[in-house]
């Protein structure tokens, strides 16, 4: 079975404490096959050391020399942009002639701040801060400017990792028509979701929620990718085997590895 590790960070993402070489070590002894590194673009994030743009040739170049070191695994080259609106055209720009294989669209900020610069004075708060964020999510996957520079959605659900309220997960109840209309343009729109499972070690459960996932089947989602997005060796790999198992009893009989922009179908044995 192929098991995929497709969103990661490494010395080319400001906040990842592991190198190229450093994941496939990791990936090797967890048993992974394919493996994406996914760095960091958030052109106008409020924090200047992610307000660049990466290094992709030297990216390229270092996946290629380790590609050819280890021919028993498959290594990708993606990217994961970080959804702003006001500078999305240069998103564009700064992608456009690149090649990748896997292209993740995410939603770390919302009305100009980091959801983790967000504070909540209350339980009341949970509502409203979820809600925005939602709203910002819908823009992402609906804005026409990013359209052919994305993949996949990822790690819907993001405020929640940081567990400000007793009841910190997003699930599906909370906002069935929000989350609805989310899924249903993902679906439209011939894109797909990654489950992430870097919430594990907090929440207890991968984002999306479980709920989101079987929503996402009912309306006829197919496309699902699976990621750790890990930034220290620890994390590569992390709970994958165990998100294939979810998917199944979230009603998916495959998941979806990216070559050349293009999901590959994985089927759920």
């Known amino acids: 079975m192929r098991i995929p590790d497709y969103h990661m960070h490494t010395q080319y993402s400001p906040d990842s ?7 496939v070590e990791s990936a090797l002894r967890m048993g992974v096959t394919d493996l994406c ?3 960091h673009m958030d052109l106008g994030h409020p924090n200047p050391d992610f307000d660049r743009v990466p290094r992709f040739q030297e990216m390229q170049a270092g996946i290629d020399a380790l590609q050819a070191q ?5 290594l990708h080259m993606g990217i994961e942009v970080g959804y702003i609106a006001e500078t999305a055209p240069k998103s564009r720009e700064a992608l456009a002639g690149v090649r990748f294989d896997y292209m993740l669209i995410s939603t770390h900020c919302v009305d100009g701040l980091d959801t983790y610069q967000l504070v909540s004075h209350g339980e009341e708060d949970r509502e409203p801060m979820y809600r925005r964020y939602l709203e910002t999510v819908y823009a992402s996957v609906t804005d026409e400017t990013l359209r052919d520079y994305y993949d996949c959605v990822a790690h819907i659900g993001y405020p929640a990792k940081r567990q400000l309220f007793r009841e910190s997960s997003m699930t599906y109840d909370l906002f069935p028509a929000l989350f ?3 899924l249903k343009a993902i679906i439209r729109l011939g894109k797909g979701m990654e489950i992430n499972t870097s919430s594990m070690r907090g929440l207890g459960h991968v984002l999306p929620h479980p709920s989101l996932l079987t929503r996402y089947r009912e309306l006829g989602g197919r496309i699902v990718t699976i990621g750790t997005d ?9 709970y994958c085997r165990e998100s294939i198992e979810l998917l199944k ?3 998916f009989r495959e998941y979806a590895i990216y070559e050349n922009r293009e999901p590959v179908f994985v089927e759920i044995k």
């Open 17 to 23: 404490r592991m190198t190229q070489q450093d994941a």
């Open 37 to 39: 590194y996914t760095e």
């Open 249 to 251: 009893s979230c009603g």
């Open 180 to 182: 609805d209309d989310i």
């Open 230 to 238: 890990s930034h220290d060796k620890e994390n590569v790999g992390a």
């Open 70 to 74: 280890h021919p028993e695994m498959r």
